[in-house]
T-cell receptor
Framework: GDSVTQMEGPVTLSEEAFLTINCTYTATGYPSLFWYVQYPGEGLQLLLKATKADDKGSNKGFEATYRKETTSFHLEKGSVQVSDSAVYFCALNNQGGKLIFGQGTELSVKP | EPEVTQTPSHQVTQMGQEVILRCVPISNHLYFYWYRQILGQKVEFLVSFYNNEISEKSEIFDDQFSVERPDGSNFTLKIRSTKLEDSAMYFC?????????????FGPGTRLTVL
């Protein structure tokens, strides 16, 4: 069945460092891909999405490109802030219906 | 901006008791979902609901679970006889057909603690 695999955390970075969180997926067809963020004590918020190959999703300085050839959707940010500390979930949605999530990657940004 | 709301934010119950978790989806949405997240683990799909019936459910969603849309606004998840392992954060989500691949909007979650 469809699945999502993320790099394990926690990831600890200094402020202004470059961030990459790897995400790869297995799916039949052409799923849509998402990154959700969960700040401490809060629910899930959609960070960005891409619905077809080579699409780039972006929001709040974060970017991810839908790479069908490598079945990947890596999350990047050029300069992280302390306020970016959160858990990041990669997810896919295949032809509507349920979201399938990766295991989440905790990011901690130190001043 | 419309949002999904959930009540209560935290529910504590004794093992074997029934609980009902409540959600108010975004008003023009037609698809409704429940997910759960056991502490420190991934978010897992439980059930989806459309046109007053379950459209898909996971293996987790056994006979102890049920969902209902009792009126035009609420969407509930009932756990008939709670177990310790039901302790988790439960998220409700909703979506509108025709949006690109059914983008889902999540509520803030209900933390269920079973003692």
């Amino acid at each position: 069945g469809d699945s999502v695999t993320q790099m394990e955390g926690p990831v600890t970075l200094s402020e202004e460092a470059f961030l990459t969180i790897n995400c790869t997926y297995t799916a039949t067809g052409y799923p849509s891909l998402f990154w959700y963020v969960q700040y401490p004590g809060e629910g899930l918020q959609l960070l960005l999405k891409a619905t077809k190959a080579d699409d780039k999703g972006s929001n709040k300085g974060f970017e991810a490109t839908y790479r069908k050839e490598t079945t990947s959707f890596h999350l990047e940010k050029g300069s992280v802030q302390v306020s970016d500390s959160a858990v990041y979930f990669c997810a896919l949605n295949n032809q509507g219906g349920k979201l399938i999530f990766g295991q989440g990657t905790e990011l901690s940004v130190k001043p | 901006e419309p949002e999904v709301t959930q009540t209560p934010s935290h529910q504590v119950t004794q093992m074997g008791q029934e609980v009902i978790l409540r959600c108010v989806p975004i008003s023009n949405h037609l698809y409704f979902y429940w997910y759960r997240q056991i502490l420190g683990q991934k978010v897992e799909f439980l059930v989806s609901f459309y046109n007053n019936e379950i459209s898909e459910k996971s293996e987790i969603f056994d006979d102890q679970f049920s969902v209902e849309r009792p009126d035009g606004s609420n969407f509930t998840l009932k756990i008939r006889s709670t177990k310790l392992e039901d302790s988790a954060m439960y998220f409700c989500a909703s979506s509108f057909p025709g949006q690109q691949n059914n983008e889902q909007f999540f509520g803030p979650g209900t933390r269920l603690t079973v003692l």
